[in-house]
């Protein structure tokens, strides 16, 4: 069985990055989703939807309906202050993880 890298890796990672997008700015989904695709971090925004739900359910982030002068309006998404708190934490860990993991697997050197 050959196991996906990337997507195993996008897995533990897309919540935090979502948050980390929302945390500059509040966002509609498809904006949201053209961020994150063309990053290689989501495949599509049928993908995204589920994550946002969860992120909602966890109290992470919230939602409001803004009206759009290209049309109907619009679901805009944004971090709570309990959302803040999380991506706050996952900074401070991911930097140490991060250089660890990279003094492990890094690339070989002659």
């Known amino acids: 069985m050959t196991v996906d890298v990337g997507a195993q890796l996008r897995k533990g990672?897309?919540?935090y990055c979502i948050l980390g997008l929302l945390a500059t700015e509040p966002t509609y989904?498809?904006?949201l989703?053209?961020?994150?695709?063309?990053?290689?971090?989501?495949a599509s925004i049928g993908t995204l939807y589920p994550i946002l739900g969860r992120?909602?359910?966890q109290g992470l982030v919230s939602s409001f309906d803004q009206q759009s002068d290209a049309g109907p309006?619009?679901?805009y998404y944004r971090?709570?202050?309990?959302?803040?708190?999380?991506l706050a934490a996952f900074r401070t860990?991911?930097?140490p993880f991060a250089r660890t993991v990279h003094e492990l697997v890094g690339e070989d050197t002659p």
């Open 13 to 15: 990672v897309v919540e």
């Open 33 to 42: 989703s053209e961020g994150l695709v063309s990053r290689g971090l989501i």
């Open 55 to 57: 992120l909602r359910a």
């Open 29 to 31: 989904g498809w904006k």
């Open 73 to 75: 309006s619009r679901r």
């Open 93 to 95: 860990h991911w930097g």
């Open 79 to 86: 971090v709570t202050e309990s959302g803040h708190r999380q």
